[in-house]
């Protein structure tokens, strides 16, 4: 009888906020490499974010339905914890220049001391996606600036609709 080998699993972590066309591009790319990709999205206890954890997860899941084998699933804490509780084998991140190199190898080197049997894979954005940050988007967007090409249209309405609340606040 044939043993079928244990499904690969991937977890791609972010803060996703808020989740650009570079992510979704990177998700896609990702979700045809393995059974299984997480979308891990951090509950952000370092980082100010300008949505919720609960907005966040409602988009990313939004973003991911055309894509059967990703699930979207927030967590906290340590990022070895989540992979581990969730069999993760491999951790997908994105590398959009060279500035982000030297912080993404150090995480990957630390990752490997806290889960050795854990590979990390670099990915990086196709071409009209390698400037795009979330950090970008916001700061674009709270300015009055036009998003539209860097995020999904659901994304771009909720943008202007958090804009529109700050303004009037």
Wanted: hydrophobic share 45%; no cysteine.
């Amino acid at each position: 009888m044939l043993q079928h080998p244990k499904p690969l699993i991937a977890v791609y972590p972010g803060t996703f906020d808020p989740m650009t066309l570079g992510h979704e591009d990177l998700m896609r790319r990702a979700s045809r490499l393995f059974d299984k990709l997480i979308l891990a999205v951090a509950a952000g206890h370092h980082k100010r974010t300008m949505f919720t954890i609960a907005e966040r997860l409602e988009i990313a899941t939004e973003i991911a339905l055309p894509y059967r084998n990703v699930e979207v699933v927030a967590f906290r804490g340590l990022l070895r914890d989540f992979v581990v509780a969730n069999s993760g084998q491999v951790v997908v991140r994105g590398l959009r220049a060279v500035s982000d190199f030297e912080y993404e190898f150090q995480m990957a080197g630390m990752n490997r001391q806290l889960m050795p049997e854990v590979e990390t894979l670099f990915l990086t954005p196709s071409d009209q996606f390698q400037f795009v940050s979330g950090t970008f988007v916001r700061e674009i967007a709270t300015l009055g600036g036009d998003v539209s090409k860097f995020v999904a249209p659901s994304v771009l309405n909720r943008l202007k609709e958090r804009v529109a609340t700050v303004v009037d606040a």
